[in-house]
């Protein structure tokens, strides 16, 4: 199995970027008596077209698989099909989308094909919901941490 490489930058991004709004609203406060109106949980914070903690962490929770296409613009993860070393007549592929800049969970599409070898060939199979259902919860949780991580650290 193949680790899927993600630059230590992209990690650190989004720690960097709530370091700097929390150096803006420190400014901000010095102007004025008004409060800032910040969201300090920064959940739009991206420097991509979609959120960048679902966008981390899908890549995170798919990092097994083999990546054939990844648009940060678009929001858009498609891997190719892996079979489990363990289970080699049977083999996935997924499709994440993210469909919003907030980290919210109605911004999070899962798709997932699913094919069992039969007979020297591979015939399509019924997903599990479960499986899809997983998957999301496993981004999903993935993303809080990282967001939590950005604000905390």
Known sequence: MSKLSVPASL?????????????ALGLSACAGK??????????QVTTIGVNS??????LDALSFMPLLQADSSGGVIITDWYANPANPGERMKVTVSILDRDLR?????VAASRQVAQGGTWVDAPVQAATVQKLEEII??????LRRSAIEG
Do not use: I
Request: net charge positive; proline share 5%.
């Open 34 to 43: 008004d409060r800032p109106k910040a969201d300090l949980a920064a959940s």
């Open 53 to 58: 903690y679902l966008w981390r962490a899908s």
């Open 140 to 145: 999903l949780t993935r993303a809080r941490d």
């Open 11 to 23: 990690g650190r991004r989004p720690a960097a970027l709530a370091l700097l709004g929390f150096a």
């Open 105 to 109: 969970a109605d911004a999070l599409r």
